[in-house]
């Protein structure tokens, strides 16, 4: 199945790849490659019988021996040069022969001369004037009579060659099984998390959810990915079932893995199944979510750290209903020296009895210690994973990292999954499921 999958994923790279052989080598053949016409006589080597006078079985062994002498006589440069001659045509002799085919049938007294050539009756009189020859050269060099011709050459109506579909067949087939080993050649040397597997082979963390990849990053609460969501938010319930986890931090190994558009959707959700949610901006860097809710940054969690005034003049309402948000504010010049004071521990400490769950956005793990320093004194982490383009080497590090400040790893979300029926779940769920 792991090979199947691998196959799946990039089965365009197969049917291009194949298509495109195969298109090339019709149009090879039909229109690049010269059509080669085939002529053929049948010889047999036999002495002429009398009335009533019957072949002894020793003559048919001799005759059938002769065979093999008479057809390497057949290939020779003196029955070519002689047939040259008669015809007057303009060809050496060793290329008559490279288009001569002379075949002696097993077991029989009989010799099939063929000759090919790009001109149907170039090669029906070469066929024809071979063999009468080629008897000539018996008759003066084994003062012979035994060669008698059974069959004419016939002028040749259709090529033998290019032999179009076989050589499409053959094209396709041989691109396809090449393909196939680029596609493994690939999968061995990308060295990125692709698949839920993936994540607990090397990771060795459970996976919450996988999220298939949308364009938007606002979610419909109908909307067939609006189901993968839901599957993460019962993954977190479980995961804290027997725990009392409320603030959580999301972050990711790298950049553009889609940390923020997990964290605004799953506080959209909660806050939709009826939780008290709170969604604070800590990516103080390169902040986005307040954007996607058309809240202003002019002030907000930089100002809540940096000043004595209340932090509830800092909330701002979401336009959802039981989700409000703190948006980063102006950008300072010490992020992780600001998350990790003892203010932002006060803040969160006074924050957690007003709300059910606080979600924080925080820069990639991997790249900034901002996320390490909010995971120390959160009740839990969520690493956001992106399909097909984590570092696997990277992700294994950020995971140590978090590690070692202590930091409870709920689990994994695989986002950005491509190829995902996310229809799938729609069809599942009718539109008259529950929040």
Known sequence: M????????????????????????????????????????????????????????????????????????????????????????????????????????????????????????????????????????????MNSDDVKIMDMAEMPRMPIKPKVFLNIMLAGFTVFLVSVGIIFLIDYMDNTI???????????????????????????????????????????????????????????????????????????????????VLLMEGDLRNPTVHKNFSIDNNTGLTNILTTDASYRLYIKESGVDNLDIIPSGPKPPNPAELLGSLRMKYLIDNLRYEYDYIFIDTPPAFIVTDASILSSFCDGTILAIASGKTNIESAVKTKDTLLKVNANIIGAVLNKVKGENIKKYYNYYTKSSKI
């Open 2 to 141: 792991e090979y199947l999958n691998i196959i799946k994923r990039r089965i365009w790279i197969v049917i291009g790849l194949t298509l495109v052989a195969a298109a090339l080598s019709g149009l090879l053949s039909i229109f690049v490659i010269d059509p080669i016409y085939e002529a053929k006589t049948s010889l047999i080597v036999t002495r002429v019988s009398k009335e009533n006078d019957k072949m002894r079985y020793d003559e048919i062994l001799m005759y059938q021996t002769l065979v093999k002498t008479y057809s390497e006589l057949a290939k020779s440069r003196a029955v070519a040069k002689d047939a040259i001659s008669k015809l007057k045509i303009n060809i050496t002799p060793d290329e008559l022969i490279e288009n001569l085919r002379v075949s002696p049938k097993p077991d029989t007294q009989i010799i099939e001369i063929a000759v090919q050539d790009k001109d149907p009756k170039k090669a029906y009189n070469l066929a024809n004037i071979l063999s009468e020859v080629f008897i000539e050269k018996v008759q003066t060099i």
């Open 194 to 276: 692709k698949t839920e597997k993936d994540v607990e082979r090397y990771i060795k963390v459970p996976v919450l959810s996988t999220i298939p990849y949308t364009k938007s990053k606002v979610f419909d609460l109908e909307s067939p990915v609006s189901e993968n969501y839901r599957s993460l938010r019962t993954g977190i319930k479980f995961a804290t079932f027997e725990k009392d986890i409320k603030t959580i931090v999301v972050t990711s190994v790298g950049p553009s893995e889609g940390k923020s558009t997990i964290t605004q959707n799953l506080g959209t959700l909660m806050a939709a199944s009826g939780s008290r």
